[in-house]
């Protein structure tokens, strides 16, 4: 079992820059690939980044790269997304989740789900 838990969201102006924050309990975090999605009103929930277990390869949608940066530290069994360069269209609840599979790209490959975080952005 693993529970997450974001932070990090805000508001901001366009151009600013946010670090997102997700805490993961459980001994097995490291084990688990991680991402970032996000879910704006009406829409569905979209993939925003991710990061594999075994080598902390990375992966983003076309809109963020560049931007947005995934990270992990799995002796404080946390992931980052630092987020730079924000537009408007950033705006969303952005989620983290962890995933025991390998296509992190996809958002029924995860098994575990927080809470969510609102960000933002205003021009």
């Known amino acids: 079992q693993v529970q997450l838990v974001e932070s990090g969201g805000g508001l901001v102006q366009a151009g600013g820059s946010l670090r997102l924050s997700c805490a993961a309990s459980g001994r097995t975090f490291s084990s688990y690939g991680m991402g970032w999605f996000r879910q704006a009103p009406g829409k569905e929930r979209d993939f925003v980044a991710a990061?594999?277990?075994?080598?902390?390869?990375?992966y983003y949608r076309d809109s963020v790269k560049g931007r947005f940066t995934i990270s992990r530290d799995n002796a404080k069994n946390t992931v980052y997304l630092q987020m730079n360069s924000l537009e408007p269209e950033d705006t969303a609840v952005y989620y983290c989740?962890?995933?025991?599979?390998?296509?992190?790209?996809?958002?029924?490959?995860?098994?575990?789900w927080g809470q969510g975080t609102q960000v933002t952005v205003f021009s």
């Open positions: 989740a962890a995933a025991k599979g390998w296509m992190l790209t996809v958002r029924y490959e995860y098994n575990y």
């Open positions: 990061i594999r277990w075994s080598d902390s390869r990375t």
